[in-house]
Antibody
Framework: EVQLVQSGAEVKKPGESLKISCKDSGYSFNSNFIAWVRQMPGKGLEYMGVIYPGDSNIRYSPSFQGQVTISADKSISTAYLQWSSLKASDTAMYYC??????????WGQGTLVTVSS | QSALTQPPSASGSPGQSVTISCTGTSSDIGGYNYVSWYQQHPGKAPKLMIYEVNKRPSGVPDRFSASKSGNTASLTVSGLQAEDEADYYCNSYGGHNNPVVFGGGTKLTVL
């Protein structure tokens, strides 16, 4: 069974950097796509981008291109989402999920990121 | 790429049926049979309810059904139950060069 376990909640100041993680405890990390989804407080789901850890191929949604960096470390079956300079508007819940042609069938529990001065 | 269009709210009484629409374009919903639907209860991660237009994952009640016509997909919840009250989101694959796109979400209220 696939299980995606995300890192814990973060509280950061504007301008700080951050890297959150999503560990796949299953056996097929390298052959699955892992997507990241943002949910701002009280708002809907937004697709940020996806990585195929097998070859590190990454695709970003236009709204998030240049704003975040998606990466993965195959050796520890972990995907990452990182920011170099956080803004207050980055405050949101971030989910990772296994993706197959848009189908997000296994989800992490979410990582709440709060950016406040 | 624009979000898919869903009604912000829908409602029905217990036992009734309700249908939620999700409208896209020929570049997403109309071009691929890769439409999915998700249920999200407050404070919880989304849960996949429908994939590839009308397929249910194991464990999803058959009260949940879905279809697609042209650029519009629809989710129908039959025999409404109190636990069906949640937010519902659609999404669609848009091809290799287009990212996946979500609908804005529909809040389903069981009256």
């Amino acid at each position: 069974e696939v299980q995606l376990v995300q890192s814990g909640a973060e509280v950061k100041k504007p301008g700080e950097s951050l890297k959150i993680s999503c560990k796949d405890s299953g056996y097929s990390f390298n052959s699955n796509f892992i997507a990241w989804v943002r949910q701002m407080p009280g708002k809907g789901l937004e697709y940020m981008g996806v990585i195929y850890p097998g070859d590190s191929n990454i695709r970003y949604s236009p709204s998030f291109q240049g704003q975040v960096t998606i990466s993965a470390d195959k050796s520890i079956s972990t995907a990452y989402l990182q920011w170099s300079s956080l803004k207050a508007s980055d405050t949101a819940m971030y989910y990772c999920a296994r993706e197959y042609y848009g189908r997000l069938d296994w989800w992490g529990q979410g990582t709440l990121v709060t950016v406040s001065s | 790429q624009s979000a898919l269009t869903q009604p912000p709210s829908a409602s029905g009484s217990p036992g009734q049926s309700v249908t939620i629409s999700c409208t896209g374009t020929s570049s997403d919903i109309g071009g691929y049979n890769y439409v999915s639907w998700y249920q999200q209860h407050p404070g919880k991660a989304p849960k996949l309810m429908i994939y590839e237009v009308n397929k249910r994952p194991s464990g999803v009640p058959d009260r949940f059904s879905a279809s697609k016509s042209g650029n519009t997909a629809s989710l129908t919840v039959s025999g409404l139950q109190a636990e069906d009250e949640a937010d519902y989101y659609c999404n669609s694959y848009g091809g290799h060069n287009n990212p996946v796109v979500f609908g804005g979400g529909t809040k389903l209220t069981v009256l």
